[in-house]
């Protein structure tokens, strides 16, 4: 589970480069994965995760990593963040 956004789910894609003499061979997209620290105020702590590009994008737009996830949809989390989830409701900051 290398390349696998922890908030989107985006993994990589498989497909086939075609040549002119229709040969095919096995060609992957790899999504753009950082890794990222990113500060929650909500519970005064730094969070480590392998995020896409596309997903901090997201985040910024909707105010910040904690607004994100209560926001998410729960099969697109990976565990880790479903704990988060779940922290930032217990604390009651939803």
Avoid at 18 to 40: G, L, M, W
Avoid at 77 to 82: C, D, E, F, T
Wanted: glycine share 6%; aromatic share 4%.
């Amino acid at each position: 589970m290398a390349n696998v956004c922890e908030i989107t789910g985006k993994r990589k894609l498989k497909g086939n480069r075609v040549s002119h003499a229709n040969n095919k061979t096995i060609h992957f997209q790899q999504p753009n994965i950082r890794d990222q620290r990113i500060f929650i105020p909500e519970l005064g702590r730094t969070v480590r995760i392998k995020v896409s590009t596309s997903a901090l994008r997201s985040i910024d737009k909707h105010g910040g990593l904690s607004r994100y996830i209560l926001k998410a949809k729960p099969a697109n989390l990976s565990a880790n963040m479903l704990k988060l989830k779940k922290e930032i409701i217990k604390k009651g900051l939803n």
